[in-house]
């Protein structure tokens, strides 16, 4: 397993001192650089000693795919962009959550149709994604985040129904632990899993996983183990006083939970 973390481009130094194997960067600050800077910063990431397969923040979290003012084909565009730089710094894959983005508006009359919607939205970028030779990874979202696609399961049905080859799924703990998600759900769609989100679940503050939080990580690691999943456990931590100081120790705490759930396979 590989072990990646959440940042913006001004931590990346830090994300490289602690030892990360790869950056989970915000795509939408990649996108909105001009081409100048994208090349100065494409420079300073090939330097970091850091792989950059996975990016985060397809889309901006104000749009909302179901708005009346929602212009598709500007974000289709946005997306095409993004795609292509991301791919150009070594992309894999990119994780779809925006939750709000996607959730069904409250009290509409056709559900069925704004999932449907959800869908052809969705398909459109699985198209983008292909040419540049990138996996599109749906990331279920806790009951805070999104009402439509909650669940590990349910995710990868939707995504296995839009009949795209580079459409799959995720797990991400906390969504897992506030929807009661069980872990042996991520053997049971291990075909579907690509990708994986930790964090200190517990609360509404994204905060880094550490040995004393009180936690049991240990069961997540399990599954994951479990599963054969051998991918990127990326640390999407948001909240935090000392960045660096934090995130090296939650990596090295975490390098012991992934030997510890070893030896207890």
């Known amino acids: 397993m590989k072990f990646g973390c959440f940042g913006f481009v001004n931590q990346l130094d830090d994300i490289a001192a602690c030892g990360f194997d790869t950056a989970e960067l915000d795509l939408c ?5 001009d081409e100048k800077s994208f090349s100065k910063f494409c420079e300073k990431a090939m330097g970091s000693g850091l792989t950059f397969e996975v990016f985060s923040g397809l889309l901006p979290l104000s749009v909302r795919i179901h708005g009346q003012n929602f212009d598709r084909e500007k974000w289709l565009s946005h997306i095409d962009l993004a795609s292509r730089r991301a791919a150009l710094l070594g992309a894999r894959m990119i994780p779809f959550g925006a939750g709000k983005c996607r ?33 599109l990874v749906i990331e279920p979202l806790g009951p805070a985040n999104s009402n439509f696609l909650n669940r590990v399961g349910e995710t990868a049905v939707f995504a296995a129904s839009l009949g795209k080859e580079n459409c799959h799924t995720m797990c991400d703990l906390r969504h897992m632990h506030k929807t009661k998600d069980d872990f042996g759900t991520i053997c049971e769609n291990r075909e579907e899993i690509r990708h994986a989100h930790i964090d200190y679940p517990r609360g509404d503050l994204r905060r880094f996983p550490q040995e004393n939080d009180g936690y049991d990580y240990g069961p997540y690691f399990e599954a994951l183990l479990r599963s054969g999943y051998d991918g990127i456990l990326t640390i999407e931590a948001a909240s935090f006083e000392n960045f660096r100081a934090e995130a090296d120790k939650s990596l090295r705490f975490l390098k012991k939970c992934e030997y510890e759930a070893l030896l207890r396979l």
Not at 29 to 33: D, G, K, N, Y
Not at 108 to 133: H, M, N, P, W
């Open 29 to 33: 600050e990649i996108a909105a650089m």
């Open 103 to 135: 959730s069904i508006p409250e009290g509409c009359a056709d559900v069925l149709a704004a999932r449907r919607r959800t869908a052809e939205f969705i398909s459109s970028i699985c198209g983008i994604f292909q040419k540049y030779g990138l996996d």
